[in-house]
Each structure stands twice: as C-alpha cells, then as structure tokens.
C-alpha cells in the first residue's frame, strides 16, 4: 500500500458525512469523512469504534452526556454505546470500526 494524503481523500468525496474507506486492519476498516456543522441521528454498533478528529471539531452526545473531542484528539465509543453527533462539528474525521462481515 502507498501513502495515503488522508485531508486529500476526505476533500473531495461527494459530501459531508459520506465517507471513504482507507485501509483496512484485521476485522478492521479506516474511514475518513468530512463533518459540516449539521447533527447526525444517534447510533450504536455492535463493536467499538475510535474517532479520531484530524483538524476541526467534533461536538458527541455520548448517552446523553456532551463530548467535545478536538483536533489531534481521539474517543472511543464503547461497543453498545449509544451516541450522536452535535451541531457544529467541522473538519476532518477518521473512523476506525469494525466491520460485521469482518467481524464474524
């Protein structure tokens, strides 16, 4: 595999909270999106995931409690955990998860 310019990849997918798989790890996928300050319904999976903010934002509400996590700073969202995305979370984001199919 090559280098990946990760700001490079999240700039020019389609939109904002669409995202792109970078690589893959074990039972592991590395995405990169772009946040655009509008919310995200909550969610939960089956598996933990890291979030790991490259430049910008991300404002969580992680089981009703605020998270703020900024640039260069990474959170961990237990497996089961319900959480969602605030306004005003900007910038570059990369998710680390586990995939289903992988997973098994």
């Not at 893959?24 to 995405?31: P, S, Y």
């Not at 772009?34 to 969580?60: F, K, Q, T, Y």
Request: proline share 4%; net charge negative.
């Amino acid at each position: 595999m090559s280098v990946v310019k990760v700001s490079e990849a999240a700039a020019v997918l389609p939109r904002a909270w669409s995202s792109t798989v970078l690589g893959r790890v074990g039972a592991a996928e590395v995405k990169v999106l772009r946040m655009d300050e509008l919310p995200v319904e909550e969610e939960r999976h089956a598996e933990p995931e890291v979030l790991l903010v490259l430049d910008g934002l991300l404002e969580l509400d992680v089981e009703g409690a605020a998270v703020t996590v900024g640039s260069g700073e990474m959170y961990v969202v237990a497996a089961g955990t319900a959480h969602a995305v605030r306004p005003g979370s900007k910038g570059t984001l990369v998710i680390v998860e586990a995939t289903e199919a992988l997973a098994r």
